[in-house]
């Protein structure tokens, strides 16, 4: 028999078109320990984890709420909400020193 089954090549042998995704071009050089998009809303968790992120870069330049909210087209409530979840993950300097009046 000339022609081999595909899946009883050795992985070396296998013809493998190396397609990337949205996030990067090539899965053999991605920077993803784990495919983002093998996890469940793997690649949307990473975009919003980044806008939450520019979110927080900006509060820290001076920008206000109703500010940030028209850059992204959200609401301000959500720009509230990202702020409070960004900012909880982060350790705080007042959690450190309980005796600061510093808010």
């Known amino acids: 028999m000339e022609t081999e089954l595909l899946w009883d090549l050795l992985p070396e042998e296998f013809p493998y078109k190396d397609k990337g995704c949205d996030l990067c071009p090539s899965c053999l ?39 940030i909210a028209r850059i992204f087209e959200i609401s301000p409530r959500t720009v509230q909400r990202w702020l409070r979840k960004i900012e909880d993950q982060e350790p705080r300097f007042n959690d450190k020193c309980p005796n600061s009046n510093v808010k």
Do not use: M, T, V
């Not at 469940?40 to 206000?64: D, M, Y």
């Open 29 to 67: 050089n991605c920077p993803f320990p784990d495919c983002l998009e093998g996890e469940p809303w793997g690649k949307e968790k990473f975009l919003k984890l980044g806008r939450a992120e520019r979110i927080l870069e900006l509060k820290r330049e001076g920008k206000g709420i109703k500010e």
